[in-house]
């Protein structure tokens, strides 16, 4: 299957912005083409205000005009979360999401309007990434600004899933801002690597690592209908051997939630 244009949502993002260099990176694969509200970031981001499409994912129209001809949807949107106020001495920060910021309006309704206007232009693969921690209702991020995000990602991962469009769904570990391309990463489900890390390793992952896979993802008959969790060795571990075969590595992975 040949993927070559690609609207990312998402684009002016820390893992969105990643992903969309990555496809900039390779014009003979891709006609990478960015989703985003703010002119402003995505010129303060990459220079220009080119190569963008700007519009609100809440806009079933805009989602529309954006994916006209594309093969492949990436979601990178998501619901973020901002400190109320720095927190006295002793006590835990509070946080809270911004008005039509929260995740139900974003990770939800705004991912399910995605997934329809892509249904819609008939694109040839989605790629959504979304977190670990989805099977656990009492999670601790579904406590941040009582947002629950988490069941909120869930349940627009079922509906893509049951929407009949060829889908990945890349669960991430947490999300670091390291070089990418240097760690051994480990692919698992239901979120056995949060229950039981291999080895006792750290859950998390590389942002770097995360737009790569999203990238090799694209058009890989190995990732098709696909739904997994993923996190990283620690870059000095010696028992770790750098993935390079990404196709050996979804081919590890099954379908389904």
Known sequence: MTIKKVLVTGATGRTGSL?????????????????ARSQEKAKELFGSTEGFFYGDINDQSSLESA??????LVILTSATPKMKAPPQSGQRPEFEFAPG???????????????????KAQVKQVVLV?????TNPNHPLNSIGNGNILIWKRKAEEYLIHSGLPYTIIRAGGLLNEVGGKREL?????????????????????REDVAELVVQALGCSEALNKAFDVISKPENDPSAILTSDFKGLFAKTTSGL
Do not use: H
């Open 19 to 35: 992903v969309l260099k990555k496809l900039w990176q390779r014009p003979d694969e891709f006609q990478g083409i960015g989703f």
């Open 101 to 119: 910021g929260y995740p139900e309006k974003v990770d939800w309704l705004g991912q399910k309007n995605q997934i329809d206007a892509a249904k």
């Open 130 to 134: 979304g977190s670990m921690g989805g």
């Open 67 to 72: 994916l006209e001809d594309c093969d492949a």
């Open 186 to 206: 480990v692919v698992a489900k239901n979120d056995t690597l949060l229950t039981n890390p291999p080895n006792g390793i750290a859950t998390s992952i590389p």
